[in-house]
């Protein structure tokens, strides 16, 4: 009883969404901290690009490339990504630290993937800029 009480408050009360280092040096999300609740999330990867990875739908193996968009200041940017298997399909997107995406993050201004819903720049910089500095 206690715990569909818990239950029923968690969902009354959402934890809201803000970017936060998920991996210090490695990885930040927008999402709820400590968990996988996230609709974006940006990793360091070893050759010092970064890799934009959301949750997907996408009927596709993993393994398999597909396309995806990334959408900033009015613009859109069709780059491919590899499928990867999980609980949840994730996109893996690889870009520059330069990308057009990244800049309009580290400018506060909201960026999107596809037909997702916008995810707002306002407190990316204060992650990305050391992820992209611990990433060269």
Known sequence: MLYAIFLMLA???PQPFAWVTYIPGESIIHGVAETDSR?????????G????????????????TVPVVLKA??????????VFDGDMPQLVAPVAA????????????SVSVNNNPPVPG?????HLKPLIAACK
């Open 122 to 126: 306002t407190g990316a910089a204060q």
């Open 73 to 82: 200041n009015g613009k859109s940017y069709r780059v491919p990504a590899v």
């Open 49 to 64: 690009r970064l890799d934009v990875i959301i949750w997907s739908d996408v009927a596709a193996a993993s393994g398999a």
């Open 39 to 47: 609709d974006l999330r940006i990793d360091c990867t070893t050759s």
């Open 98 to 109: 330069d990308h057009p995406f990244i800049r309009a993050l580290l400018r506060g201004q």
């Open 11 to 13: 969902a009354a009360n």
